[in-house]
């Protein structure tokens, strides 16, 4: 066992190795697309968490080269991949889904410094959580709450810049949530999810977190940089508001939109291309 322990670490290491010097990333990209698709088969727990074990060690050999900011794997379907337009954050997630309900989400999020100095690695951990997530609370490395992000922008508020992040979170088997949140790099180089700069017109939340029924689509995006466009949420009946496993689009659109550092709601807008 000792010795199988050795030759799986010393493939790793040449995997990662070759990340970082680019020798064959046609092979890397292979070798996950393979992992990706191992740990959605009907394996025990044991083994999915052996295959994602060496999943994280070749992102984290990725994350830390010096090509992570020009380089991104192509064709992998369970792999997000995203750089913010500044080309100064790129952040990189994953799910994996285990038998008994303990599925866990993995980010890692690599700032470009300002500076001639190493990319700074954050390394997030987060669990499937039948709680909402909050929209009043300010969240941060040690209580993530777990999400798969696919667009981020950056824009300043009180002088400072921030990024604005879509993200998923799969919730449980009846409800999906998507939300809208903010990264901040605090002091010490913190990671701090979360600002007030979403005004509904009655007060100002840290993030905007939607839930829906699981088998609804719902869309949210970037149209420009400082407008972000979704459905608008009903649910299927009267009497089951508030039920947020019956909620779908209705067909109508709201936004939010940049002005003066906040990002402001405006409902029923006309989506029509002018």
């Not at 050999?61 to 991949?81: E, I, P």
């Not at 987060?126 to 997530?133: C, K, L, S």
């Not at 929209?135 to 810049?161: H, Q």
């Not at 921030?162 to 790099?185: A, C, E, P, Q």
Request: charged residues 25%; positive net charge.
């Amino acid at each position: 066992m000792k010795r199988i322990f050795l030759i799986i670490t010393l493939l790793i290491f040449l995997i990662c190795n070759s990340i970082n010097s680019q020798t064959n990333p046609t092979g890397i990209t292979r070798d996950l697309e393979g992992m990706f698709s191992r740990i959605r088969e009907n394996l025990n727990r044991k083994e999915k968490l052996s295959i994602n074990d060496s999943i994280r060690l070749i992102i984290e050999g990725y994350a830390a080269s010096d090509t992570v900011f020009k380089h991104r794997f192509s064709n992998l379907r369970f792999l997000g991949q995203i750089t913010s337009p500044d080309s100064l954050v790129k952040i990189i997630t994953w799910n994996l889904i285990l038998e008994d309900g303990g599925n866990r989400y993995f980010c890692y999020i690599i700032r470009r410094p300002f500076r001639d100095s190493k990319n700074k690695i954050y390394k997030l951990t987060g669990t499937y959580n039948e709680a909402t997530i909050r929209s009043d609370t300010i969240y941060s490395e040690s209580n993530w709450y777990g999400a798969l992000y696919y667009d981020l922008r950056p824009f300043v508020t009180a002088n400072e810049t921030s990024y604005v992040l879509l993200g998923l979170d799969y919730g449980n088997s009846f409800i999906t949530r998507k939300l809208i949140d903010v990264l901040n790099f605090g002091s010490g180089n913190s990671l701090v999810f979360g600002k007030k700069c979403f005004s509904d017109g009655k007060q100002l939340q840290p993030r905007v977190v939607f839930e829906y029924a699981s088998t609804a689509v719902m869309s949210l995006k970037f149209v420009t940089n400082v407008t972000i466009v979704f459905d608008h949420l009903s649910p299927s009946s009267p009497d089951l508001k508030e039920n947020r496993q019956f909620y779908g689009p209705d067909f109508t659109f709201d936004s939010y939109t940049l002005e003066n550092g906040l990002w402001r709601l405006k409902s029923n807008i006309d989506v029509r291309n002018k």
